[in-house]
């Protein structure tokens, strides 16, 4: 068996790097989703769990397997991201999960995408230091995030989703930190 070589980290590797780790805890999600173009809402809250994942480790090398990544290249870092998110309206649990995210150059891979479970890729960049933007296109459709981190405690999210250049949703979210881990 081969074993993966550590790749020297590119700027946006890095800035990624401290963004996950700067990200790490446990987060009180209040998020408000638009459906278009009638402006029909729905309200969640979520209790969202994200652990910093360090190059080399099992869960990075089992994404790499997922995306078919040469056997020498290793993912320089990443996340593990677990939910719980319930309806506001009806108290109702709407949903629970985790996913995985590596990054590679300006590459950031997921074990799964938001409207499927196949593995998908997003373009990222950063627009500052403490927002983060994602791009990802899958299933004929177009999702753009940003993560935007407010001091240590707070963070805004923002999400559009498009489909043949129409906005069909766009969701909004506050997160605030319960809880802080040390990676």
């Known amino acids: 068996m081969t074993s993966p070589f550590k790749i020297v980290e590119t700027n946006a590797e890095q800035q990624i790097s401290e963004f996950f780790r700067e990200s790490v805890g446990v987060w009180r999600s209040e998020r ?8 029909e ?53 709407e949903s629970q999960g985790s996913t995985l995210f590596g990054a590679l150059g300006n590459t950031l891979y997921r074990d799964r995408g938001f409207a499927t479970s196949k593995p998908v ?18 299933n004929s459709s177009l999702f753009e995030e940003e993560l935007k981190l407010i001091g240590s405690k707070y963070r805004t999210r923002q999400s559009i989703i498009s489909r043949a250049g129409e906005q069909l949703m766009i969701g909004q979210y506050l997160e605030k930190r ?6």
């Open 32 to 39: 408000r989703y638009y459906t278009l173009p009638d402006g």
């Open 41 to 93: 809402s729905k309200e969640m809250i979520s209790i969202i769990t994200i652990r910093f994942l360090v190059q080399g480790c099992e869960e990075l090398q089992k994404l790499a397997d997922k995306h078919n990544l040469p056997n020498l290249v290793s993912l320089t870092c990443g996340a593990e991201v677990t939910w719980e998110s319930s309806d506001i309206l009806n108290h109702r649990q």
């Open 121 to 138: 890729t997003a373009e990222y960049y950063f627009s500052n230091t403490k927002t983060l933007c994602l791009r990802t296109e899958y």
């Open 178 to 183: 319960i809880e802080k881990f040390v990676c």
